[in-house]
């Protein structure tokens, strides 16, 4: 069993106290001392389960939000919309390749007029220089 299943399902002691009169006399049997009804002990005692149910109240409306979240994150996940955004990737990616080999033909071609260009200006300025 793991730590969060531990954590989930038991008491760190195994003490569950339902009531202040238990909690009164579970204090009388692990101290000895009794605790009177009127106590500052026992407010106390009730503004921690005051403060733990409204605890658990937001953990509960966190809880059922962060589901929703996940339920339409994950709703788009079906083996459609995954066929779909693969069939666009490789659409793209052929798209992509398609304008590398334009723009390899085109660099190609410029290098041969560019070729051209040079031996060109390198006959007429060897003309010029021999006249």
Same mark, same amino acid.
């Given at each position: ?39 500052? $002990?026992?407010? %106390? ?8 149910? =409204?605890?658990? /109240?937001?953990? *509960? +409306? ?23 955004? $693969?069939?666009? %990737? ?8 398609? =304008?590398?080999? /334009?723009?390899? *033909? +085109? ?25």
């Amino acid at each position: 069993m793991n730590d969060l299943t531990n954590q989930e399902t038991e008491t760190p002691d195994g003490v569950s106290i339902a009531s202040l009169d238990e909690l009164r006399a579970y204090l009388h049997s692990q101290t000895g001392v009794s605790v009177g009804e009127d106590d500052p $002990l026992l407010l %106390q005692h009730t503004i921690n389960q005051i403060h733990l149910s =409204e605890i658990d /109240r937001i953990l *509960k +409306r966190h809880n059922a939000a962060l589901t929703e979240a996940l339920g339409v994150a994950v709703k788009g996940l079906t083996a459609d919309a995954i066929s779909q955004n $693969l069939q666009e %990737q490789v659409r793209l990616a052929d798209r992509t390749h398609q =304008e590398f080999e /334009r723009q390899y *033909k +085109r660099a190609r071609l410029l290098s041969v007029v560019n070729i051209i260009c040079f031996a060109t200006c390198v006959l007429v300025f060897s003309y010029l220089i021999i006249k």
